[in-house]
């Protein structure tokens, strides 16, 4: 399994990259947006990341229908819907860049065109390709040319495309490339979640990329996200979470969205898995206790006298504190007595010829 590593930083197991996407739930506004960036900084997300698109350059006026749960947003079109959230430029997202680089974490903003990722990519660690752009030829070869670690999700996306993804952007010169499994539906169902693609990915890609998971499900009326904790436990080294500060406002990316509060909750569990799961190094100095009183000696069942022959009948193992381990059971049995021991006493190499 490949880690995920921005600079000096890597990401591990139980230790993955958080990128909390806020996209444009900030609904326009600069002082939201940057709000939402010091919410997400405090509930543990590694990056804050956005949208950055301009409605004509990313759907047809008048044939881009919603493919989203419109219970939830009204709005009948995509054009409709992008025109109304895609009033940053430039000097927006400079500004929060900075506040990014003022809380400690990194900035992120997915492009949806070549002007995007040409101006976005000076400003952040990595970038992202969305879903839909998985077969964006044009996009992918431009945003592998940056000379930065390329993150591509794989919603809606055939085994076959994925493969022809990954392929261009190698070609196009992206050196460091990770998939994240994903359900491209607005919200996903925890049972339509397919998690277990998540291993599909590492069995395919897992020795040239490093995997990990975008998530739409709808966190539970508690706050749990079972989808994220999951795709942590299967080796996800990258999870991406919509996020919000109002999880009831109308609109299509707040209700399936995690707040500072769900965010917090989560990455406190996985500190808790983190230290529970340790480092992989054999460590016994925490059993020394056991090791000294719960394992079993070569105890003598009878009295003998010295220049005795020990026979395996004469021997029984019981747990003690001192003595010959039973571990050397068979470099006792067939030993002469040096000298003459009682019953029922834990035998001593200084005892034996």
């Given at each position: 399994?490949?880690?995920?590593?921005?600079?000096?930083?890597?990401?591990?197991?139980?230790?993955?990259?958080?990128?909390?996407?806020?996209?444009?739930?900030?609904?326009?506004?600069?002082?939201?947006?940057?709000?939402?960036?010091?919410?997400?900084?405090?509930?543990?997300?590694?990056?804050?990341?956005?949208?950055?698109?301009?409605?004509?350059?990313?759907?047809?006026?008048?044939?881009?229908?919603?493919?989203?749960?419109?219970?939830?947003?009204?709005?009948?079109?995509?054009?409709?819907?992008?025109?109304?959230?895609?009033?940053?430029?430039?000097?927006?997202?400079?500004?929060?860049?900075?506040?990014?680089?003022?809380?400690?974490?990194?900035?992120?903003?997915?492009?949806?065109?070549?002007?995007?990722?040409?101006?976005l990519a000076p400003?952040?660690?990595?970038?992202?390709?969305?879903?839909?752009?998985?077969?964006?030829?044009?996009?992918?070869?431009?945003?592998?040319?940056?000379?930065?670690?390329?993150?591509?999700?794989?919603?809606?996306?055939?085994?076959?495309?994925?493969?022809?993804?990954?392929?261009i952007a190698s070609?196009?010169?992206?050196?460091?490339?990770?998939?994240?499994?994903?359900?491209?539906?607005?919200?996903?169902?925890?049972?339509?979640?397919?998690?277990?693609?998540?291993?599909?990915?590492?069995?395919?890609?897992?020795?040239?990329?490093?995997?990990?998971?975008?998530?739409?499900?709808?966190?539970?009326?508690?706050?749990?996200?079972?989808?994220?904790?999951?795709?942590?436990?299967?080796?996800?080294?990258?999870?991406?979470?919509?996020?919000?500060?109002?999880?009831?406002?109308?609109?299509?990316?707040?209700?399936?969205?995690?707040?500072?509060?769900?965010?917090?909750?989560?990455?406190?569990?996985?500190?808790?898995?983190?230290?529970?799961?340790?480092?992989?190094?054999?460590?016994?100095?925490?059993?020394?206790?056991?090791?000294?009183?719960?394992?079993?000696?070569?105890?003598?069942?009878?009295?003998?006298?010295?220049?005795?022959?020990?026979?395996?009948?004469?021997?029984?193992?019981?747990?003690?504190?001192?003595?010959?381990?039973?571990?050397?059971?068979?470099?006792v049995v067939g030993?002469?007595?040096?000298?003459?021991?009682?019953?029922?006493?834990?035998?001593?190499?200084?005892?034996?010829?």
């Amino acid at each position: 399994m490949q880690d995920f590593r921005l600079g000096d930083r890597v990401f591990g197991y139980l230790n993955p990259y958080i990128i909390a996407e806020i996209g444009v739930n900030h609904e326009g506004s600069l002082e939201r947006a940057k709000q939402l960036i010091e919410a997400a900084a405090r509930g543990g997300a590694h990056a804050a990341k956005f949208q950055t698109y301009k409605a004509e350059l990313l759907a047809a006026k008048t044939t881009s229908p919603a493919y989203w749960d419109q219970t939830k947003e009204a709005t009948s079109s995509q054009y409709e819907l992008f025109q109304r959230w895609d009033n940053f430029g430039d000097s927006e997202y400079e500004a929060l860049a900075q506040t990014c680089a003022e809380v400690g974490i990194d900035f992120m903003s997915t492009p949806f065109d070549f002007d995007a990722a040409n101006a976005l990519a000076p400003l952040m660690p990595a970038i992202k390709v969305a879903s839909a752009d998985i077969t964006n030829v044009p996009l992918i070869r431009l945003v592998a040319s940056k000379g930065k670690p390329v993150i591509i999700s794989t919603g809606a996306a055939t085994m076959d495309e994925v493969r022809t993804a990954v392929a261009i952007a190698s070609e196009a010169g992206a050196t460091e490339i990770t998939l994240l499994h994903c359900i491209l539906n607005y919200p996903t169902s925890l049972e339509n979640a397919q998690l277990a693609q998540i291993d599909a990915l590492k069995a395919e890609f897992g020795d040239r990329c490093a995997i990990g998971y975008s998530d739409h499900v709808t966190p539970e009326p508690d706050g749990d996200v079972p989808a994220l904790l999951t795709a942590t436990l299967l080796g996800s080294v990258v999870l991406e979470k919509h996020f919000t500060d109002d999880k009831t406002a109308t609109g299509n990316d707040h209700y399936h969205a995690v707040d500072e509060v769900d965010l917090l909750r989560f990455t406190t569990e996985l500190s808790r898995l983190r230290a529970g799961y340790g480092n992989g190094v054999r460590d016994l100095s925490g059993q020394q206790a056991a090791i000294n009183n719960a394992r079993r000696r070569v105890i003598i069942k009878s009295d003998k006298p010295a220049g005795y022959v020990i026979t395996a009948e004469d021997l029984i193992p019981l747990r003690s504190n001192i003595g010959i381990e039973i571990a050397h059971w068979d470099q006792v049995v067939g030993r002469t007595l040096a000298t003459a021991v009682q019953a029922e006493m834990p035998l001593e190499w200084d005892q034996l010829v």
